[in-house]
Every structure is written in structure tokens, then in C-alpha cells.
């Protein structure tokens, strides 16, 4: 590859919204979107068998796209295997992806925070450590979700979602207290801003909704800046974008949407 790419990992299609962030800040660096949609959804897994799975699956990817950087904005992967493949593939910058408790908490007026997440993220003690070093003054929830990835998934694809079924995964976000409201929810999955419409609509109450999207892109954007620039001009046929599912089997949604978002899809 004359360009070496920024390669984006997540279980599905949530990395797509940090992919929209990154080629606004570098649009001239070159894209390589893995999902690992063979093990989704990955809060279904046994920590020590995803972890192991990741680290593995990483050994291919690495050898195959020689990427400069590698980006993790799925929550689940980074919170439980960045420490991992830090250590197994020291050559390569890594980038996780973290609930944005700490400026949940700068922003917060009532001081009632809700972090939505999967329930691996939800119950892993990083999370609990975040809120320990950055939130102490505020009280803050921790929601599980079992089926919002899921329904962003089918959201994506097919264009319309079951609203109950995002009001019912959303409605212990809502916290009222001494007087005062949950004012910040903080999206700790990046398939979660893609139904961040419908969560408003089904909302009881306005609130801030958290997406850290932005800040993943600034953050790699300030680590390749270290690392040189991007060729400048027009990218040749054989730098485009590509999307790699894991599973091989991306059906007419899927690729519909791949393109949509100017990927080209190729093989595992």
C-alpha cells in the first residue's frame, strides 16, 4: 500500500459514526472500517474468550492492512482488551474508546449523570474507576442496555425501529432527585448516536446526549500528526476506503449502507 491507512475495529456498524468525525478532521488519510460482525453482539461473550478473540483477530488485521494507527471506538473492545493488544503488538498506536465521564461531569448543572452502555461496559471496573477519579460530585447511573445495539443495527439497515423498545432500554436514564433532573446521558456505545433522534423523541425530559465521536477523531488526528502527513491530492483508485465484515456475508442492507458511507466492501 503506497498509503498506510487508519483501520477503525468495532463488533458492527457503531464505528461508522467515529469514521464520519475522523475523514472530516483527515480527509485525505486513507480508511480501512473492520466489524467484527461474526461475534456480535459482543456483550454476549465470556470477557476471557472475546478478549483472546480481539487479540488473535488483531495479529491478521495488522499483518494484512499495516495500518499507521488503529482506532477502537467500540466501548466493549476497548475497556476490555486495549491493555492487550498494547502489549501483544507494541509497534502499532492504538486509540480506545472510554465513557465520557469525565466531561459528562465538567457539563452537568444538576449534577445527575446517566451512562448508557452496554452491560459489559456497565459492569467492568473501569468504568467504576472513571467515575471514582473524575465524578465524585455527582451521582451517576449506570444503565445496562441488552438490546440498543441491536436495534441501532436494525435501525441502520432497515430505516425504522421499534420507538417503544428504545424508550423502555432508555427510561432508567431518567433520574429525578432532590428536585433536580438528569441533565447529561452519556452514550457509552457508538451505535447508540445513531438512534439519538429517536431517544430524544422518546425522551420524558430534554438532556444533553454525550456522543464522543468528535473527541476519538481529534485524538487520533493528534497522534498521526506526530507520525507525518498524509500524501496531498487525489487518492489513487487503489488507496479508496474499504469495510471488511468479519462474517463475510454482508447482505443487500449492509452493503447499501457501506456504500452510503463511501466504503468499498471487500472480503475478510
Given at each position: 500500500m503506497a498509503e498506510r491507512p487508519v483501520l477503525m475495529f468495532d463488533s458492527g456498524i457503531g464505528g461508522l459514526t467515529v469514521l464520519r468525525e475522523a475523514?472530516?478532521?483527515?480527509?485525505d488519510r486513507r480508511f480501512v472500517y473492520v466489524a467484527d460482525d461474526a461475534a456480535f453482539p459482543y456483550g454476549d461473550w465470556e470477557e476471557e474468550a472475546l478478549d483472546r478473540r480481539i487479540v488473535d483477530l488483531f495479529g491478521t488485521l495488522l499483518d494484512r492492512y499495516r495500518p499507521e494507527i488503529a482506532v477502537i471506538p467500540c466501548n466493549t473492545a476497548s475497556t476490555l482488551s486495549?491493555?492487550?493488544?498494547?502489549a501483544a503488538y507494541p509497534g502499532t498506536p492504538f486509540v480506545g474508546t472510554v465513557p465520557a465521564?469525565?466531561?459528562a461531569a465538567e457539563r452537568t448543572r444538576s449534577g445527575l449523570v446517566s451512562v448508557l452502555a452496554t452491560p459489559g461496559t456497565v459492569k467492568r471496573q473501569y468504568t467504576r474507576d472513571l467515575i471514582a477519579q473524575w465524578a465524585q460530585k455527582c451521582h451517576v447511573r449506570l444503565v445496562g442496555s441488552t438490546k440498543l445495539a441491536r436495534l441501532a443495527e436494525i435501525y441502520m439497515r432497515d430505516g425504522f425501529v421499534d420507538e417503544e423498545e428504545v424508550s423502555a432500554e432508555i427510561a432508567p436514564c431518567f433520574v429525578e432527585r432532590d428536585g433536580k433532573r438528569t441533565d447529561i446521558v452519556v452514550l457509552a456505545c457508538t451505535h447508540y448516536p445513531f438512534l439519538v433522534n429517536r431517544?430524544?423523541?422518546?425522551?420524558?425530559?430534554?438532556?444533553?446526549?454525550?456522543d464522543p465521536a468528535e473527541a476519538i477523531a481529534r485524538r487520533?488526528?493528534?497522534l498521526l500528526d506526530g507520525r507525518g502527513e498524509a500524501p496531498a491530492g487525489d487518492r489513487a483508485?487503489?488507496?479508496?476506503d474499504i469495510a471488511v465484515f468479519t462474517s463475510g456475508k454482508a447482505d443487500f442492507a449492509i452493503r447499501r449502507l457501506i456504500q452510503g458511507f463511501g466504503l468499498s466492501l471487500t472480503q475478510p
Open positions: 475523514r472530516v478532521l483527515m480527509p486495549l491493555a492487550s493488544l498494547r465521564i469525565k466531561p431517544m430524544r423523541k422518546m425522551a420524558p425530559w430534554p438532556v444533553d446526549w454525550l487520533t488526528l493528534s483508485a487503489d488507496l479508496r
